[in-house]
C-alpha cells in the first residue's frame, strides 16, 4: 500500500473514532432519558373493540371526564371521534399525577397538549394511555393532531388545570368543567 | 438526440413538472394556514391540496428523477448501451398511467387521505392502483439497474462496479425491500377495502406495513444526492474523490440500515411494547454513520480541491473553492441545510423526545430540510450537470442557475426555521386553518405569516429552475462530450467481493428486519386485534 494511501485509512480510522463517539454519546443519552427520567413512548398494548366503544365499559358516556380512582389516582378517559373529543373540556389538578386514556370508535386520531411532553396517537383498536403531571394552571389546548378526515381542523378540546385545592372531586369521585 | 437521453429528459421532465405544481399547492396551502384569508379556500380544497402536494413531491418527482438519473448513470459510467430499452419506456408508460390515475380521483376529491393513507379511511380504489402502477414501474428500473450491472461485471470480471453505478443498484436493491411493506399494504389490506370486498381493517397491521416502508423510501429519495457528492462533487470542484472504498461502505450501509428502523415513525403509537420501539431506536442511530462518513469524504475531497486552488492553512481551502459552478454551490448550501435537518432529526429519533415535536410543525420543517432543502437542490444541480450532456447545448447562463439554488436555499430556511419554532410551541400538522381568535394560536400568527414568505421564494426559485432548463432547449446544438464521473485519489484495481455486490449485505437486511419487524408483525396475527370498520372518503359528500 502506498504511503499517501496508508495515510488516508489512518485519517479515516480517526473519523470513524469520532463517529463512534458521537453515536455513543446519542445513544448514552437516550438510555438514560429512558432509564432514569422514565422517558419512554406511550406502549401499552392493550386491545379494545371499536365497534362497542361507547356502549359498554370504560368508555360509556357516563364515565368519561376526569375520576378520581378509590386509589387517589387521577385517571381522564377521552373519546376522539371524527370530529371531537367527548369530553369536550377536562379537568385535571396541577402537580399531581394524572393518567389520560383516550379511545377511538371510528378512525386514527391523535392529540397533543399544548406546553407539554402528552402526545399520543389514538389508534382504533387499542387503549392510548399517557401518564404526565401538569405543573402550571391554565386552559391547555389539545387538538387533535392525526389528519382523521376533512373537518379534521375543528377537532380539539380544552384541558383545564387547576391548582389543586380548586380540584373538588364529587361524592362519586368525578370532575367535570363548569359549564360556561 | 439518442435513444437513452430521450429517456432521461423525458423522465426528468415529468419529474420537475410535477414538482413545480407541487410548488403552487405548497405555498397555497402556507397561505390557508395563515392568518390572512386564502382565496377558494374550504376545508376539502385544502386537503385535496395537500394530498397532491404530497404524492407529487414524495411520489412522482422522486421516482421519475431516480429512474431517469439511473439509466443516464448506467449508460456514463458503464459506458455500454442500456439493456432492455423497450421495457425501460414501458415502466415510464405504467408510470405516466398510473400518475394520471391518481391525479384523477385526488382532484376530483374522492382520495383526500393525504400520501401516507390512514386506513380505516379508504380513498378510491383507482387512487391506490395508481401509485401501485408507479411502484411496478420503479420495479422494472430496478430489474433493468441490476441486469445492467450484472452484464457490466461478466464482460469486465474482478473489476469494480464504477462508484456511481455501484450507489445506484444499491439504491434499487433498498427500494426493492422497501416497497415490500406499502405493498403489501396496499395489495392485501386496503385495494380490497377500497372495492368493498372486505368491510374492516386491522389498523395497528396497516400501521406497521406503511411504517416498513416510511423510512427507507426517505433513503431512497436521497440516493441521487449522494451519489452527486461522491461522483459529480469533486470533479466539479476540480479535485478528486478523497476514498472511493468509503463511498461503498456509506452506500451499503444505507441499505444495512434504513430498513430496520420504521417503527421511529410510530413512538407515539399504543399497538407496539417500549422493547421494540427502542431496539429500532437503536438501528436508527446507526443511520447518522454513513452520513457521517459522508460528510467527512465529501470535505477532505472539497479540501484537495481548495488546496489545488491555492488554500492555505486549517480553513482556507474553503474559502478558494468555485461556489461560481452551480454544483459547488448546491453543495456547500445543502451541507448548510443537513446540518439543521439532521440535528432535528435527532429530536424526532430520541424515542422519549420524540413526544416533545411528534405531529408538529418540527417535524414538516424537518423532511422539508431535508427532502425539500439538502435531497432537491442536489436534484437542481444534477440537471444542471447533465443537461448540457442531453440537449447538447450549453448553458445561457451560470448567474441565473446560482441565483435559482441561492432563492432555493433562503427561501427554505425561511420558510423551516419559523416551523421548528411554532412546532416546539405545540403547533399541530395537517390541520386546514388555525383559529387565530384563541390567545395561544394568535402568537404564531406572524411566525406562520414569515415562513409563508420563505414559501414564496421557493416558488419563484422553482419557476425559475424550469425556466432555467427550458432554456437548454433554443439555439444550435452542438456534439456533447461524454459525461464523465469523477475520479478517486486512488483508484481501486479490485475491491472486496462483499464491497462489489450486494449478496451479503442482502443476507444482513433480512436477518435485521426479522429481528425488527418479525414478532411487531407477527404479534398480529397473534393478538388478532379488534378491527375497524372501513371509512370511504369523498362518496355522497
Known amino acids: 500500500m502506498p504511503a499517501s494511501e496508508r495515510d488516508i485509512l489512518a485519517t479515516e480510522l480517526r473519523w470513524s473514532a469520532v463517529v463512534a463517539g458521537a453515536v455513543g454519546i446519542i445513544f448514552g443519552a437516550i438510555l438514560y432519558a429512558a432509564v432514569a427520567l422514565h422517558a419512554n413512548p406511550p406502549s401499552n398494548i392493550e386491545t379494545i373493540d371499536p365497534k362497542t366503544l361507547h356502549l359498554s365499559g370504560e368508555f360509556t358516556e357516563s364515565n368519561l371526564g376526569t375520576r378520581v380512582e378509590a386509589d387517589g389516582q387521577v385517571t381522564t378517559r377521552i373519546v376522539a371521534t371524527q370530529f371531537t373529543f367527548v369530553p369536550q373540556c377536562v379537568v385535571v389538578p396541577a402537580n399531581r399525577p394524572v393518567t389520560l386514556r383516550l379511545s377511538s370508535p371510528d378512525v386514527i386520531h391523535g392529540i397533543l397538549v399544548t406546553g407539554t411532553n402528552v402526545n399520543t396517537m389514538v389508534v382504533p383498536g387499542y387503549v392510548a394511555q399517557v401518564h404526565t403531571e401538569f405543573t402550571a394552571s391554565g386552559d391547555l389546548l389539545?387538538?387533535?393532531?392525526?389528519?382523521?378526515?376533512?373537518?379534521?381542523?375543528q377537532m380539539w378540546a380544552t384541558v383545564r388545570?387547576?391548582?389543586?385545592?380548586?380540584?373538588?372531586?364529587?361524592?362519586?369521585?368525578?370532575?367535570?368543567?363548569?359549564?360556561? | 438526440m439518442k435513444s437513452p437521453d430521450r429517456l432521461t429528459l423525458a423522465h426528468l421532465w415529468v419529474a420537475f413538472a410535477a414538482f413545480a405544481v407541487a410548488c403552487f399547492f405548497g405555498v397555497w396551502q402556507m397561505w390557508a394556514r395563515?392568518?390572512?384569508?386564502?382565496?377558494?379556500?374550504?376545508?376539502?380544497?385544502?386537503?385535496i391540496s395537500v394530498t397532491a402536494h404530497g404524492v407529487s413531491m414524495a411520489f412522482v418527482l422522486t421516482t421519475f428523477f431516480i429512474m431517469g438519473f439511473g439509466y443516464f448513470t448506467a449508460e456514463s459510467a458503464l459506458e455500454r448501451p442500456l439493456p432492455g430499452k423497450s421495457w425501460?419506456?414501458?415502466?415510464?408508460?405504467?408510470?405516466?398511467?398510473?400518475?394520471?390515475?391518481?391525479?384523477?380521483?385526488?382532484?376530483?376529491?374522492r382520495a383526500t387521505v393525504l400520501y401516507t393513507f390512514y386506513p380505516p379511511l379508504t380513498a378510491s380504489p383507482f387512487f391506490y392502483i395508481g401509485l401501485v402502477l408507479v411502484v411496478v414501474a420503479s420495479w422494472i428500473w430496478c430489474v433493468l439497474m441490476?441486469?445492467?450491472?450484472?452484464?457490466?461485471?461478466?464482460?469486465?470480471?474482478?473489476?469494480?462496479v464504477p462508484l456511481a453505478m455501484f450507489a445506484t443498484v444499491a439504491n434499487a436493491v433498498m427500494w426493492l425491500w422497501t416497497t415490500v411493506g406499502v405493498a403489501s399494504e396496499l395489495l392485501l389490506i386496503v385495494i380490497p377495502a377500497a372495492f368493498g370486498w372486505r368491510e374492516t381493517v386491522d389498523v395497528g397491521l396497516t400501521r406497521t406495513l406503511f411504517s416498513w416502508t416510511l423510512h427507507a423510501i426517505v433513503y431512497f429519495w436521497l440516493f441521487p444526492a449522494y451519489i452527486a457528492f461522491y461522483t459529480m462533487v469533486p470533479k466539479a470542484a476540480g479535485g478528486r474523490l478523497y476514498s472511493d472504498l468509503?463511498?461503498?461502505?456509506?452506500?451499503?450501509?444505507?441499505?444495512l440500515y434504513s430498513l430496520p428502523v420504521g417503527m421511529h415513525h410510530l413512538f407515539m403509537d399504543p399497538e407496539h411494547s417500549t422493547g421494540f420501539k427502542f431496539l429500532q431506536m437503536m438501528l436508527t442511530v446507526l443511520v447518522t454513520v454513513p452520513t457521517l462518513l459522508t460528510v467527512f469524504t465529501i470535505a477532505a475531497s472539497l479540501e484537495i480541491a481548495g488546496r489545488l486552488r491555492g488554500g492555505r492553512g486549517l480553513f482556507g481551502w474553503l474559502r478558494t473553492l468555485p461556489y461560481d459552478r452551480p454544483m459547488v454551490l448546491a453543495t456547500a448550501l445543502a451541507f448548510v441545510m443537513l446540518?439543521?435537518?439532521?440535528?432535528?432529526?435527532?429530536?424526532?429519533?430520541?424515542?422519549?423526545?420524540?413526544?416533545?415535536v411528534h405531529n408538529t410543525s418540527w417535524v414538516t420543517a424537518h423532511f422539508h430540510l431535508i427532502f425539500g432543502g439538502t435531497v432537491v437542490i442536489m436534484y437542481f444541480a444534477i440537471a444542471y450537470a447533465i443537461w448540457p450532456r442531453l440537449t447538447g447545448r450549453q448553458p445561457e447562463s451560470l448567474g441565473l442557475q446560482r441565483l435559482q439554488l441561492w432563492l432555493w436555499f433562503i427561501g427554505m430556511m425561511v420558510m423551516t426555521l419559523p416551523w421548528h419554532w411554532l412546532g416546539l410551541q405545540g403547533q399541530w400538522r395537517r390541520v386546514a386553518q388555525?383559529?387565530?381568535?384563541?390567545?395561544?394560536?394568535?402568537?404564531?400568527?406572524?411566525?406562520?405569516?414569515?415562513?409563508?414568505?420563505?414559501?414564496?421564494?421557493?416558488?419563484?426559485?422553482?419557476?425559475?429552475?424550469v425556466w432555467n432548463l427550458a432554456s437548454y432547449h433554443r439555439g444550435a446544438t452542438q456534439a456533447a462530450a461524454p459525461f464523465r464521473f469523477a475520479l478517486a485519489v486512488h483508484m481501486p484495481e479490485r475491491v472486496p467481493a462483499m464491497l462489489n455486490g450486494f449478496g451479503v449485505w442482502n443476507m444482513l437486511v433480512l436477518v435485521l428486519m426479522l429481528a425488527a419487524y418479525g414478532w411487531p408483525l407477527a404479534q398480529f396475527a397473534v393478538l388478532s386485534p379488534p378491527q375497524a370498520i372501513v371509512h370511504h372518503v369523498g362518496q355522497g359528500g
Not at chain 1, 142 to 153: A, D, I, N, R, T
Not at chain 2, 146 to 160: Q, Y
Open chain 1, 142 to 153: 389539545m387538538p387533535c393532531h392525526e389528519f382523521c378526515g376533512l373537518g379534521h381542523s
Open chain 1, 161 to 180: 388545570v387547576v391548582p389543586p385545592e380548586s380540584f373538588r372531586p364529587d361524592q362519586d369521585g368525578r370532575v367535570a368543567c363548569e359549564k360556561p
Open chain 2, 34 to 47: 395563515s392568518p390572512l384569508a386564502a382565496p377558494f379556500f374550504t376545508p376539502e380544497h385544502y386537503f
Open chain 2, 88 to 109: 425501460a419506456w414501458l415502466a415510464f408508460l405504467l408510470g405516466i398511467l398510473g400518475t394520471v390515475m391518481a391525479v384523477v380521483t385526488i382532484l376530483s376529491g
Open chain 2, 146 to 160: 441490476l441486469v445492467a450491472m450484472a452484464r457490466w461485471k461478466h464482460a469486465n470480471p474482478g473489476r469494480p
Open chain 2, 246 to 255: 468509503m463511498g461503498r461502505l456509506s452506500f451499503v450501509l444505507f441499505l
Open chain 2, 339 to 356: 446540518f439543521f435537518g439532521g440535528g432535528g432529526g435527532l429530536v424526532n429519533m430520541s424515542y422519549g423526545l420524540n413526544a416533545l
Open chain 2, 434 to 465: 388555525f383559529d387565530y381568535a384563541n390567545p395561544i394560536i394568535a402568537a404564531w400568527g406572524p411566525w406562520v405569516v414569515l415562513s409563508l414568505a420563505g414559501g414564496l421564494l421557493l416558488l419563484a426559485s422553482a419557476l425559475l429552475f
